[in-house]
Nanobody, 119 residues
């Protein structure tokens, strides 16, 4: 069992930056792909980014603006978000599972952290 706790969300103006963190419990953190998804009000949850030790993948909408990184020694995955836009406003979820871009590939989910970007 893996428990995930996100932090770092908040309110930021368009063009600003935020860094999200997700701390995982358990001793097998390094064996999981770690991903970030987001869900805006009235919309489905969508893929943002995912990372293993060897591979990284981003949604087209965030390429060049967001960076996912991980520190296996700290059981933590980060999402650095730069040049934020109002359309990035959503609840951001951390997930652990297999490397992929769909929700079904992830077995464990955090509770989410809200990101609001004002125009």
């Amino acid at each position: 069992q893996v428990q995930l706790v996100e932090s770092g969300g908040g309110l930021v103006q368009a063009g600003g930056s935020l860094r999200l963190s997700c701390v995982a419990s358990g001793r097998t953190f390094s064996t999981y792909a770690m991903g970030w998804f987001r869900q805006a009000p009235g919309k489905e949850r969508e893929f943002v980014a995912t990372r293993t030790d060897l591979s990284t993948r981003y949604a087209d909408s965030v390429k060049g603006r967001f960076t996912i990184s991980r520190d296996n020694a700290k059981n933590t995955v980060y999402l650095q978000m730069n040049s934020l836009k109002p359309e990035d406003t959503a609840n951001y979820y951390c997930a652990a599972g297999r490397f992929g871009v769909t929700m079904r590939e992830y077995d464990y989910w955090g509770q989410g952290t809200q990101v609001t970007v004002s125009s």
